[in-house]
């Protein structure tokens, strides 16, 4: 398997742009994670999905950010529209629920930075 | 609510052990976990213990956990250059562990 898969690994783009990433989960993986990563504030979880729905968006910062995971091999995550403080490493990640301890698998991420 | 810490820094010499700890606070957590992050990469899982567990072993790797004090530990023997990384606590607390929530993470340095 290739693991989970993250495009685009780097986005530039300018403050008010939409932003869209997106993320292959491994298949079979029934859970799905965005987070978000930034010196400042660590590693930050967004929103999570199991079967394809939203269980808890808690994380979501504000309404410019918007989750979508159509069916069980893709999701995305966009910021519409961006704001340099957005600028952060967003991770993708996801497991197998089936009880007991539950590895989740990172995606390699998305750098992106809001100009 | 729950929260994690870590010391975010711990350098130490190669051939030597590092042990890096961590606290939480949510004593009905049911599995706590310690990952890895590489440069440039994303997490990965290292080991994890059952919350009714003390000790786990993995080869290098020992994890310690005393659960009256809410203390988790990462102790690596003979820490390699390639040992180079942050590395994070995690701890679960909902039966089918899907809500994870991660500490800060430690910035392990290996000096030659």
């Known amino acids: 398997d290739a693991g989970v898969i993250q495009s685009p690994r780097h986005e530039v783009t300018e403050m008010g742009q939409e932003v869209t990433l997106r993320c292959k989960p491994i298949?079979?993986?029934?859970?799905l994670f965005w987070y978000r990563q930034t010196m400042m504030r660590g590693l930050e979880l967004l929103i999570y999905f199991n079967n394809n729905v939203p269980i808890d968006d808690s994380g979501m910062p504000e309404d410019r950010f918007s989750a979508k995971m159509p069916n069980a091999s893709f999701s995305t995550l966009k910021i519409q529209p961006s704001e340099p403080r957005d600028s952060a490493v967003y991770f993708c990640?996801?497991?197998?629920?089936?009880?007991?301890?539950?590895?989740?698998?990172f995606g390699p991420g998305t750098r992106l930075t809001v100009l | 609510g729950e929260d994690v810490e870590q010391s975010l820094f711990l350098s130490v010499r190669e051939g030597d052990s590092s042990v890096i700890n961590c606290t939480y606070t949510?004593?009905?957590?049911?599995?706590l976990y310690w990952y890895k992050q590489e440069p440039g990469a994303g997490l990965q899982l290292l080991t994890y213990?059952?919350?009714?567990?003390d000790m786990k072993q993995d080869q290098r790797l020992t994890v310690l956990l005393n659960k009256k004090d809410k203390h988790l530990s990462l102790r690596i023997a003979d820490t390699q250059t390639g040992d180079s990384a942050i590395y994070f606590c995690?701890?679960?607390?909902?039966?089918?562990?899907?809500?994870?929530?991660f500490g800060p993470g430690t910035r392990l340095s290996v000096l030659p």
């Open positions: 949510d004593s009905s957590s049911t599995y």
């Open positions: 298949s079979g993986h029934n859970s």
């Open positions: 990640a996801s497991s197998e629920q089936r009880g007991g301890a539950n590895e989740q698998f």
């Open positions: 995690a701890e679960s607390v909902e039966i089918y562990g899907q809500n994870f929530v």
């Open positions: 213990i059952f919350s009714n567990m």
